[in-house]
């Protein structure tokens, strides 16, 4: 099994910056893929970042040019950070992990954190 922990939320100011964490632990030697997804008041989730094990990364085009998503593979750990923040930011970001295990007939399965709330205002 794997286990997502987010950290780093809180307030910040319109334009201001961010960075949130997530360290995963358990099972991890399975993991591919990681990301961040997000769920603002009244909305659907959707895709923020992700970034495979060999660092590619994809981004929602809401934060194109303004988040940036990195991993450190030896930690265990994926970073967002989050630069030039609008109130539309404002949303529950959630840790995601896509682990494969190989031995298993190729399984897949998707990991996803508790949450971590960040609110953009001033």
């Known amino acids: 099994q794997v286990h997502l922990v987010e950290s780093g939320g809180g307030l910040v100011q319109p334009g201001g910056s961010l960075r949130v964490s997530c360290a995963a632990s358990?099972?991890?030697?399975?993991?591919?893929?990681m990301g961040w997804y997000r769920q603002g008041p009244g909305k659907e989730r959707e895709l923020v970042a992700t970034?495979?094990?060999?660092?590619?990364?994809k981004y929602g085009d809401s934060v194109k040019g303004r988040f940036t998503i990195s991993r450190d593979n030896a930690k265990n750990t994926v970073y967002l950070q989050m630069n030039s923040m609008k109130p539309e930011d404002t949303a529950v970001y959630y840790c995601?992990?896509?682990?494969?295990?190989?031995?298993?007939?190729?399984?897949?399965?998707?990991?996803w954190g508790q949450g971590t709330q960040v609110t953009v205002s001033s």
């Open positions: 995601h992990a896509r682990s494969v295990v190989v031995a298993a007939d190729w399984d897949v399965n998707d990991h």
């Open positions: 358990g099972s991890t030697f399975s993991i591919t893929d």
């Open positions: 970034i495979t094990r060999g660092g590619s990364t």
